[in-house]
């Protein structure tokens, strides 16, 4: 499984960004899906995640209420819609794919793509 992350840039404090993330390669099954993020000096961190239904999502506290995880499986692309977002949120946004343990471990998932910079500044 390749997955390509998109939709990351440049905005200012209480704006939004949408970013998406395509899989392709064994996509007939579908993987449940994550975001982490890594800010300069910071370990990688959990944001979001979903189950291969879309049924079922999953926040970090700090984007709970500003952050919505979705995913379209007949695109095979899961988004992260964010929304008021804030300087601290400046990272590289990491999507990963088919976590076999708790959706919230790095360690969990198997695939991961290539990151996509969002930078929250005035």
């Known amino acids: 499984v390749q997955l390509q992350a998109s939709g990351g840039g440049l905005v200012q404090p209480g704006g939004y960004l949408r970013l998406s993330c395509a899989a392709s390669?064994?996509?007939?099954?579908?993987?449940?899906r994550g975001w982490f993020r890594q800010a300069p000096g910071k370990e990688r961190e959990f944001v979001a995640a979903i189950d291969w239904s879309g049924g079922s999502t999953f926040y970090a506290d700090s984007v709970k209420g500003r952050f919505t995880i979705s995913r379209d499986n007949a695109r095979s692309t899961v988004y992260l819609q964010m929304n008021s977002l804030k300087p601290e949120d400046t990272a590289v946004y990491y999507c990963?794919?088919?976590?076999?343990?708790?959706?919230?471990?790095?360690?969990?998932?198997?695939?991961w793509g290539q990151g996509t910079q969002v930078t929250v500044s005035s």
């Open positions: 990963a794919a088919d976590p076999k343990s708790s959706y919230y471990s790095v360690h969990a998932y198997n695939y």
């Open positions: 390669g064994r996509t007939s099954r579908r993987y449940s």
